[in-house]
């Protein structure tokens, strides 16, 4: 194996331990405010890896360069996010509880007690 098979091998590893560690933040951690964090952390940095490491593949293979994966990176990195803060303010606004004894309680308190804007 070349140099470039093994960053291709240790990508895809560290791709499938990110996507694992996301998973598993879904399912143990305490309230939706901390499980909303673990998708859109570890679940985006593992996608991430496992298609740099295609797009190195696809290189190393002679294939030429395809733009597709670098697109599917991109949108993944800006529109989580996104979603992730959409969803987190909706939740606020719809006061959905959380854990008892989580720090700064008061600002969560102070974002709900403001007005939308108009």
Not at 1 to 28: R, Y
Not at 52 to 58: F, I, K, Q, V
Request: with cysteine; glycine share 6%; aromatic share 6%.
């Amino acid at each position: 194996m070349n140099l470039l098979e093994w960053l291709v091998a240790v990508l895809l590893v560290a791709g499938g331990l990110f996507t694992l560690i996301g998973a598993l933040g879904m399912v143990k951690l305490p309230d939706f405010y901390t499980r909303l964090h673990a998708p859109t952390k570890a679940t985006t940095l593992g996608i991430g890896c496992i298609l740099l490491a295609s797009m190195l593949m696809r290189l190393d293979r002679s294939e030429g360069f395809e733009i597709q994966e670098l697109v599917i990176s991109l949108f993944l990195f800006i529109t989580a996010p996104v979603s992730a803060y959409m969803i987190a303010k909706a939740a606020i606004h719809l006061r959905v509880p959380l854990r008892t004894g989580t720090a700064n309680r008061q600002l969560l308190e102070t974002a709900r007690d403001q007005q939308p804007p108009r």
